[in-house]
């Protein structure tokens, strides 16, 4: 699963900073491209209680990771670049690092 996040988190970094540095407005057909990615490492959360939490913390993941299910398929009905560019690099991301070993990612960098 960590491939997966790292895989993703490399995407979204990439067409944020395309948005937020250079303008490019292709958003949506990007995010639109990395759907069945989302949707199979959002998965993974609902799979049942993978980590040990407590069932409060569980229930309270799941609802997070639904919510940013929600917003992923609201911003692309609307159409909204900045709802899409927010789902992403705020709600997807906090669960990709979840899964993100930062010690093995620093490793890889050096």
Do not use: P, W
Not at 5 to 11: G, N, P, V
Not at 50 to 65: A, C, I, R
Not at 72 to 98: C, P, S, W
């Amino acid at each position: 699963m960590e491939e997966l996040a790292m895989e993703i988190r490399s995407e979204i970094d990439h067409i944020c900073a395309g948005y937020y540095y250079y303008k490019n407005e292709d958003v949506l057909s990007k995010s639109r491209s990395m759907a069945d990615d989302i949707r199979d490492f959002c998965s993974f959360f609902l799979q049942g209680n993978l980590f040990g939490m407590t069932t409060k913390d569980y229930e309270n993941l799941q609802q997070y990771v639904l919510q940013v299910l929600q917003d992923y398929i609201e911003a692309t009905k609307q159409k909204d670049i900045v709802f899409m560019l927010d789902t992403l690099d705020y709600g997807l991301r906090e669960l990709l690092n979840i899964c993100i070993d930062e010690d093995t990612e620093e490793t890889k960098h050096e």
